[in-house]
């Protein structure tokens, strides 16, 4: 007891230190430097104390950390964390419980669905409803539609091979990758993800989709799914739910909601109104670790029908025989071990609150909104439209500077954020074009903090420029070097 007392605290300690002292988001380090050090450990000689091995562990990853805490770190779906859910953290990995089977978790198992339950009311769910957690959006996406395929398989007439083949799921541009992902490892055909047109704002057009179910309908196609999205990556954008869902609903086909980053709203004390619409999904990707400030990973599916889970149930006699008279939690999910994360969610709603943790993303939604307005304020900036959650796009583009050599430009200068460790910001490409992207996830951010960074950008850029020949992309300074 002493010795597991010594290695907890000694950890402890030493992660204090270090948040304490930190002053950039990243070190700056190379990644040959990296490289160089980890290759140099000898993993068959073991040091002789935890206590170096731990030194060891700060001098590898600490000290060369990405860290989301950090106020300029501006770049990707990374929150800080709460640290009720750091306490869980602690707790259920000291535990160890597995919660796919109830005698491996007991009251695991019950916060755990008494979370989905709680998760599925907030949705505007009713009894009806279940779900469970998962690894995170991209597996909570390729869940909703293995259960969408399942449920449309069962009302065809064909052979399952046969109608395979003629299932379709349907997009837009602006929707996570995974979703691509997930038709392919759910068998269907190489063309089976219709894209279907946004509107000026980046939004899935609901006419749009109105036709292309016509026109998959009389292909002798099966429209298996709709997927809309409650905040796009790139533009944060939240697709027309009520509209959406009037669509599939009068076709019977399946809407999946893609929330793993507007799933925060559902909290909101002053935006949850733009949800309004989800309430008709058939099933919703939750990702807690986003906008709800949970540490990695902690995600869930949450369905409409809890019948329709049942599709995927498989039984073993050594598990979770059928027929148990207790909730075995693996009877719906695609893992089997899986970690404990509701305790973090439970942790933190215990503590700080729904209504807290709501206004912790309205913070970040306003900061975006101070930040756009500050940019458009600003001759040297281009900026890609008002945010409707907490992420900015824009481009560093002085007086003069041609739009080709913008788009050249501009990877460049991430590129040299990233190696001074000062600040962390994204990059995208949106109609051909590169933008550099704030994602706002840290409720500590400040407005003043993010005219640093726009600073910091303004000078890098000014710097690359006044070292290369805009007219030639080759000549550009190499931010590593």
């Known amino acids: 007891m002493d010795s597991y007392r010594a290695c907890v605290d000694q950890t402890t300690a030493l992660l204090a230190e270090r948040v304490r002292s930190l002053q950039r988001p990243y070190s700056g380090a190379s990644l040959a430097q990296l490289q160089a050090m980890v290759d140099q450990i000898d993993l068959d000689h073991p040091l002789p104390e935890p206590a170096d091995a731990l030194q060891e562990v700060a001098r590898l990853y600490l000290d060369h950390a990405v860290w989301f805490h950090e106020p300029t770190y501006l770049a990707h779906l990374n929150c800080p964390v709460a640290i009720p859910a750091l306490s869980a953290e602690a707790l259920l990995a000291a535990v160890n419980s597995s919660v796919d089977t109830y005698d491996q978790s007991t009251t695991g198992t019950l916060i755990e669905q008494r979370i989905i339950d709680w998760t599925a009311s907030r949705l505007g769910f009713g009894p009806a409803a279940d779900g469970i957690f998962t690894s995170g959006g991209t597996q909570s996406n390729l869940h909703g539609l293995l259960l969408a395929r399942e449920q449309c398989l069962a009302g065809l007439p064909g052979d399952r091979h046969t109608e395979l083949a003629r299932l379709r799921v349907l997009a837009t541009d602006q929707s ?7 038709a392919a490892l759910l068998g269907l055909s190489d063309n089976a993800v219709v894209t279907v047109a946004t509107d000026p704002l980046g939004r899935l057009d609901p006419a ?5 179910l016509k026109e998959l309908r009389a292909a002798g196609l099966v429209p298996m799914a709709v997927v809309a ?6 533009l944060g954008r939240i697709d027309p739910l009520p509209d959406v869902a009037d669509h599939c609903r009068a076709q019977s086909v399946w809407l999946h909601v893609d929330a793993a980053y507007g799933c925060g709203l559902l909290v909101s004390p002053r935006r949850r109104r733009l949800l309004d619409g989800i309430e008709q999904a058939d099933s919703v990707t939750i990702d807690f670790h986003k906008s709800f400030f949970q540490p990695v990973s902690a995600s869930a599916i949450v ?14 006699d050594y598990l979770n025989p059928r027929g148990a008279p207790v909730p075995n939690q693996v009877d719906k999910s695609l893992q089997t071990t899986r970690r404990f994360d509701a305790l973090k969610v439970w942790m933190t709603l215990r503590t700080l609150g729904a209504d807290q943790l709501g206004e912790m993303f309205d913070r970040v939604i306003d900061l975006a909104d101070d930040s756009y307005r500050l940019l458009l304020r600003d001759a040297d900036f281009e900026v890609a439209g008002a945010p409707t959650l907490s992420t900015v796009l824009f481009r560093y583009r002085p007086p003069g500077l041609a739009a080709d050599d913008c788009d050249r430009l501009l990877p460049q200068l991430r590129d040299r954020l990233f190696a001074d460790g000062s600040a962390i910001v994204a990059g995208t490409t949106v109609a051909g074009r590169y933008w550099l992207k704030f994602t706002l996830l840290n409720p500590d951010t400040q407005l003043d903090q993010v005219r640093q960074v726009l600073e910091l950008i303004r000078d890098t ?3 690359l420029l ?8 080759e000549v550009y300074v190499d931010a590593h070097a």
Not at 208 to 212: E, I, K, N, S, V
């Open 176 to 182: 996570h990758f995974s979703v691509g992902k997930a």
């Open 208 to 212: 749009a989709l109105g036709g292309r």
């Open 229 to 234: 999205t409650a905040g796009t990556t790139d």
């Open 303 to 316: 369905v409409r029908d809890r019948l329709t889970m049942r599709r995927i149930s498989v039984h073993a």
């Open 461 to 463: 850029g000014r710097a």
């Open 466 to 473: 006044a070292h290369s020949d805009t007219a030639t992309p």
